[in-house]
């Protein structure tokens, strides 16, 4: 009886000797403290330059994909100034046609950005006039093209600088947005 | 000096308006916007007639605009050597212009009516 006592009064000594020394007074409470702290700092840091790093990312994709954009619809543009006064028919309708599908393939992925809306609408409009234009010269028939001296370049030779000017203002625009990109992959 | 050439150019188209008309030149039908005529009364020769549309920027109030402006273009080739000898187009001035605007529709309405002629000498006699 007389250890139970001596043991409970020692368990009693050690609890009242322990709340007058509370853990968060003792260094180890605060090292452990300050450790967590800076690995809850660190983790966030990390995750904050991951997300940094994913948008550079994107925007140096995005940066890469309208210069090469650029660069097609510039390819584009000089093929549209080489039509020859002899052009024939099924020449000038293959040329439109890669042509009208290269451009649409290309600026397919911007027709709902609004500032280049008006610029690629008149782009369309321009390769539609182009296609009726050519329309209106096809020979009828066939064996009569020649009869007619360059009746396809007469009507197309302004409908091709139509698009040529629409297409210019497109890369234009395209340009900007490079730069704009440029900037903020540079920062 | 160019508004004599303007009025020598008036003179001739008239005439091929009235020879149109009159049915003494035929042309015929080269694509949907060309016409040809050979000419094999002495010399031998080719004239085309296209009507071509240019497109022409606009600037008005709701903007910049495209349309499409008509503009006519006569040439002459001498058969024989291939050379093109009359390059002709309605954009040089007013009056040309307005002399190939009226040769063309003369043009085409002959040949609409020789192709309603036909039509009507297809069509079984009325009762």
Partial sequence: VATDAENLRAVVDQAIQASQHPYWRQPEFWIATVLTVVGVLLSAFAAYEAREAKRAANRAGRYVKLQSVTIELTEVAQKLAQIEPEALYREVRDQLQEITRKIRRVIAPYVQEANLRTAIDAVYAALDAAQEALHAVRPSPPAKEGEVPNAVYLAMEGQFASINNALADLIGLFEMKTVDQGDAHGQ | ?127
Wanted: proline letters at 5%.
């Fill in chain 2, 1 to 127: 000096m160019a508004s004599e050439i303007s009025e020598q150019i008036k003179k001739y188209t008239a005439r091929l308006v009235a020879d149109t008309l009159g049915g003494r030149v035929v042309w015929t039908r080269l694509n949907p916007t060309t016409f040809g005529w050979d000419s094999t009364d002495g010399t031998q020769a080719r004239v085309t007639l296209q009507e071509v549309e240019v497109p022409r920027v606009v600037v008005g109030p709701s903007g910049r605009t495209v349309r499409q402006v008509k503009r006519y273009v006569l040439q002459a080739t001498d058969l024989p050597t291939r050379q093109v000898r009359l390059d002709l187009d309605s954009r040089q001035d007013e009056i040309i212009h307005a002399s190939l605007a009226e040769l063309y529709r003369a043009v085409s309405d002959s040949i609409s009516q020789r192709g309603l002629d036909y039509l009507s000498s297809l069509l079984p006699p009325e009762n």
